[in-house]
């Protein structure tokens, strides 16, 4: 079955270092990759997404690339905020389906 | 607009209560859904509704009854609960059929703790 996999957390940032928080994935067909963030105490909100192969999903100064020869999905930001902090989750949606499959999350908490 | 609404925000329940969740969205969406989530963990997927019928259950017990009154509205009936039972409740809608995998447009939740 389709599983994703993220980095374990928390991970933890002075205001302005780079982000990188890694995610790969395996799918037995062609899948759309997702990052979603949630902020304390609130639900899930859509990041980015790419649906294709070599798509690049951004927003907010966020970034990933859809790397199907790495079936990986990268989450990046070149300058983090204190008010980034928040758990990132990479999920994928296999074509024809809604259904989700979520990595277990990763917290990142940036200081000022 | 993308906005799911949950009613209520917060929600706190006798083990012997029944009460009701409600959801609600105005996006066009035919696939609802609702979720499980404990603290530091992902969502777990409890049902899926496509076309306003019941298409996913992931073995839930039967304490959660859900509703899809119509297709803009999705309620989750609550009886008999347990402690553990103690959770964010979230509610999501996606559009559904033949495509790339779709994104899901989540509310805030329900802050559900049962004493």
């Known amino acids: 079955g389709d599983s994703v996999t993220q980095m374990e957390g928390p991970v933890t940032l002075s205001e302005e270092a780079c982000l990188t928080i890694?995610?790969?994935?395996?799918?037995?067909?062609?899948?759309?990759l997702f990052w979603y963030v949630q902020y304390p105490g609130e639900g899930l909100q859509l990041l980015l997404k790419a649906t294709k192969a070599d798509d690049k999903g951004s927003n907010k100064g966020f970034e990933a690339t859809y790397r199907k020869e790495t079936t990986s999905f990268h989450l990046e930001k070149g300058s983090v905020q204190v008010s980034d902090s928040a758990v990132y989750f990479c999920a994928l949606s296999e074509t024809g389906y809604s259904t989700l499959t979520f990595g277990k999350g990763t917290m990142l908490l940036v200081s000022p | 607009d993308t906005e799911v609404t949950q009613t209520p925000k917060h929600l706190v329940m006798g083990m012997t209560n029944k009460k009701s969740l409600k959801c609600e969205q105005h996006m066009g969406h035919r696939a609802m859904y609702w979720y499980k989530q404990k603290a530091k963990k992902p969502p777990e997927l409890m049902f899926v509704?496509?076309?306003?019928?019941?298409?996913i259950n992931e073995s839930v017990p039967s304490r959660f009854s859900p509703e899809c009154p119509n297709s803009s509205l999705l309620n989750l009936h609550l009886h008999a609960l347990q402690p553990e039972d103690s959770a964010l409740y979230l509610c999501?809608?996606?559009?559904?059929?033949?495509?790339?995998?779709?994104?899901?447009?989540f509310g805030p939740g329900t802050r559900l703790t049962v004493t």
């Open positions: 890694n995610c790969t994935y395996t799918a037995t067909g062609y899948p759309s």
């Open positions: 509704y496509s076309y306003e019928k019941l298409s």
């Open positions: 999501a809608s996606s559009q559904e059929g033949p495509g790339p995998g779709y994104e899901q447009y």
